[in-house]
């Protein structure tokens, strides 16, 4: 098949949508398909690490999102269109649709392509972090438009599955993420990374993931107290200095990736996760991938990948006492520690990226196949 992806955000930005769209092109070429990336391009001080790919990534005109600079929305163009009508996808898959998404759907129900899109990023609820929730209803309409204007919707969790029925977006299936369960594993634990990050022998609890408002780092304040204990914090983003300020004790890494990340990850002994919007939780998947336990909300994602008294410790969403006792009786008990770990490394281990890859071909054939039963429904474009 020959595949157009378009999506909101690519390398070199850091985060849960660009990760997969880079996995699921790799799968595609690598199961013999022909993808074509469609994204916005980075700013002009990124544009010399993006990287060479083993398909086509076409950029389009982009501006930086108003109070998340780091973050580039791009701008709908005629470049997006004839890079679609060059390409000539026999499917159009839309990673977080919104802005090029909305143009991408619109162009397909003119040409008649199939389109399947997927569901990653909760808007709305970002919109309520940044105080912008005058704009939660708007952006609902724009999100059911687009994406009832598409074949399949996927989204990447049980939450999010019944956040998009209880909003009117029809035909949606439940699709997940992979993991590299290579590059994460216990074995990349590191008695050096831990004597560098806990020079006294303290545990290390850690977070992975974007700095920003909707993370709620701010409820992990009781646990970079806790004697004997370290807290890690790794990523960067917008909300790095209000974090700083929450969290005084903590180590603060910045972004990090690849082996060094993985060594990271390994030589945690608690990971802790505060968010209670993640439509999915990659990180949460990550740490369980190295051996260690989880402490995170009972919302979201986290939902289907912790299990309670087996992998890790779900929480009241924004009870950052009930995430501190969560930690203190991990920290207390070494045992437990290991046990959850190992359920933990167990319970991922078929989530491969070439399984989940798998399933999204099947959603694609399956869109095919019954692609001329149902009128379409059309989009402004």
């Known amino acids: 098949m020959r595949i157009a992806l378009i999506t909101e955000s690519f390398p070199p930005d850091v985060n849960g949508v660009a990760n997969s769209v880079v996995r699921v092109a790799e799968h595609l070429v690598a199961r013999g398909h022909q993808p074509m990336v469609i994204?916005?391009?980075?700013?002009?001080?990124?544009?010399?690490?993006?990287?060479?790919?083993?398909?086509?990534?076409?950029?389009?005109?982009?501006v930086p999102l108003p109070r998340y600079r780091g973050f580039r929305f791009g701008m709908p163009s005629a470049r997006l269109t004839d890079a679609l009508i060059a390409h000539a996808p026999d499917v159009v898959h839309l990673a977080s649709p919104f802005f090029l998404g909305a143009r991408g759907v619109a162009l397909a129900n003119q040409r008649n392509l199939p389109t399947v899109a997927v569901y990653q990023t909760d808007i709305a609820a970002y919109l309520r972090n940044y105080r912008l929730a005058w704009g939660e209803d708007i952006t609902w309409h724009w999100i059911r438009t687009i994406h009832n204007g598409a074949d399949r919707t996927l989204a990447p969790s049980s939450t999010s599955v019944?956040?998009?029925?209880?909003?009117?977006?029809?035909?949606?299936?439940r699709w997940g993420r992979g993991v590299d369960t290579v590059r994460f594993h216990p074995s990349k634990r590191?008695?050096?990374?831990?004597?560098?990050?806990?020079?006294?022998?303290?545990?290390?609890?850690?977070?992975?993931?974007?700095?920003?408002?909707?993370k709620?780092?701010?409820?992990?304040?009781?646990?970079?107290?806790?004697?004997?204990?370290?807290?890690?914090?790794?990523?960067?983003?917008?909300?790095?200095?209000?974090?700083?300020?929450?969290?005084?004790?903590?180590?603060?890494?910045?972004?990090?990736?690849?082996?060094?990340?993985?060594?990271?990850?390994?030589?945690?002994?608690?990971?802790?996760?505060?968010?209670?919007?993640e439509t999915f939780c990659q990180s949460v998947q990550e740490a369980m991938a190295s051996g260690v336990p989880v402490v995170a909300p009972a919302a979201g994602g986290p939902i289907d990948l912790v299990r309670p008294n087996l992998t890790g410790t779900l929480v009241p969403p924004g009870d950052g006492g009930a995430i501190a006792d969560a930690v203190g009786a991990l920290v207390k008990d070494p045992e437990l520690r290991q046990r959850?770990?190992?359920?933990?490394?167990d319970s991922v281990a078929g989530r491969t990226w070439a399984?989940?890859?798998?399933?999204?071909?099947?959603?694609?054939?399956?869109?095919?196949?019954?692609?001329s039963v149902r009128p379409r429904l059309a989009v402004a474009a």
């Open 216 to 277: 709620r780092l701010d409820l992990l304040a009781r646990v970079s107290r806790m004697p004997g204990v370290r807290l890690v914090v790794v990523g960067d983003g917008p909300g790095r200095k209000e974090a700083e300020k929450a969290l005084p004790h903590a180590v603060f890494l910045g972004q990090r990736g690849g082996e060094q990340l993985a060594r990271i990850y390994a030589s945690l002994d608690v990971f802790v996760h505060a968010g209670p919007h």
């Open 39 to 62: 994204a916005p391009a980075p700013s002009s001080s990124a544009r010399g690490v993006t990287g060479a790919r083993s398909y086509p990534v076409v950029r389009i005109p982009s």
């Open 162 to 173: 019944s956040d998009l029925a209880e909003q009117g977006i029809r035909r949606v299936h």
């Open 190 to 214: 590191s008695a050096g990374v831990r004597r560098a990050l806990a020079p006294d022998g303290q545990l290390l609890i850690g977070y992975v993931g974007r700095l920003a408002a909707e």
């Open 340 to 345: 959850y770990g190992l359920a933990a490394r």
């Open 355 to 371: 399984a989940i890859g798998d399933e999204l071909i099947g959603h694609y054939a399956e869109v095919l196949q019954g692609r």
